[in-house]
C-alpha cells in the first residue's frame, strides 16, 4: 500500500510569509497526526484528528497555525505569519483508528527553514 | 507530566549488540513503543510493549518493565543500515490518546 504523502519536501520562506504543508494518509486509517520535530529532538504533537474532527490540538500554537481536514482523508497544515523559530521538520503521520496510536505511519515531512 | 530520558547517542561495531535504554517518569501509561528514524527520513515503528517483559522480532527486541520505570531496545548481529535515531515513546493515561516521545539516542555503527 501506498505510504503516507507530503508535500513539499522541503520549503524556505522569509519570516512573517505564510506557508502551507499537504498531507494525504495512508487509505483507510481514520487518524491524521501533525508532529513538528526540530533537530536532535523526538517529534512533538501538535494535532490529532479523527475523520475531520480536531482533537488533542493543545500543543498547536493557534495565534499562527491552523489545520483543516475537511473529508476526512487529507490535511493541511498552515502557519502564517512564520517566524523564525518554527524552522523544522513537520511531520504527518498515520493510524488506523484511535485504537492504534502506538503504531503510526509516517510521511518523509516537509523541511521548513525561515530565515 | 511525561519525561523520557534516553542516551543521546551510542557507538557500536558491526556485528555486536547494543542496547538503547528508556527511562521515563509517569503516573501511567498504556505502552512503550519504539520508532527508527534514518537521517532526512520518516520514523518508522518498531516494536510495542503493553505489558512487561521481552518482545521479540528478527534482530530487535523490547523490553518493558513498569515496576523499575524502565525499558530499553535490543540490537542484535548489528549492520551498518541500522545506523540511525531510535526514539521511545509512550500513550500516557492523562494526555487524550496522544503519544509523548523521547529525545532520541543515535546510534553510530562501525565497521
Known amino acids: 500500500e501506498a505510504g503516507v504523502v507530503q508535500s513539499p519536501r522541503y520549503k524556505i520562506i522569509e519570516k512573517k510569509q505564510p506557508v502551507a504543508f499537504w498531507c494525504n494518509p495512508i487509505s483507510g486509517h481514520n487518524t491524521l497526526y501533525w508532529y513538528r520535530q526540530n533537530l536532535g529532538q523526538g517529534p512533538e504533537l501538535l494535532i490529532r484528528?479523527?475523520?475531520?474532527?480536531?482533537?488533542?490540538d493543545s500543543q498547536l500554537p493557534k495565534d499562527r497555525f491552523s489545520a483543516e481536514r475537511l473529508k476526512g482523508v487529507d490535511s493541511t497544515l498552515k502557519i502564517q505569519p512564520a517566524e523564525l523559530g518554527d524552522s523544522a521538520v513537520y511531520l504527518c503521520?498515520?493510524?488506523?483508528?484511535?485504537?492504534?496510536?502506538?503504531?503510526?505511519?509516517f510521511g518523509p515531512g516537509t523541511r521548513l527553514t525561515v530565515l | 507530566g511525561q519525561s523520557l530520558e534516553q542516551p543521546s547517542e551510542v557507538t557500536a561495531v558491526e556485528g555486536a549488540i547494543v542496547q538503547i535504554n528508556c527511562t521515563y517518569q509517569?503516573?501511567?501509561?498504556?505502552?512503550l513503543s519504539w520508532y527508527q528514524q534514518h537521517d532526512g527520513g520518516a520514523p518508522t515503528f518498531l516494536s510495542y510493549n503493553a505489558l512487561d517483559g521481552l518482545e521479540e522480532t528478527g534482530r530487535f527486541s523490547s523490553f518493558l518493565s513498569r515496576s523499575d520505570s524502565y525499558g530499553y531496545l535490543l540490537l542484535q548481529e548489528l549492520q551498518m543500515k541500522d545506523s540511525a535515531s531510535y526514539f521511545c515513546a509512550v500513550r500516557p493515561h492523562n494526555a487524550g490518546n496522544m503519544l509523548t516521545f523521547g529525545g532520541g539516542t543515535r546510534l553510530m555503527v562501525k565497521p
Open positions: 484528528y479523527e475523520n475531520e474532527e480536531a482533537v488533542d
Open positions: 509517569t503516573s501511567g501509561f498504556y505502552g
Open positions: 503521520a498515520s493510524s488506523r483508528n484511535r485504537d492504534r496510536v502506538d503504531e503510526q505511519f
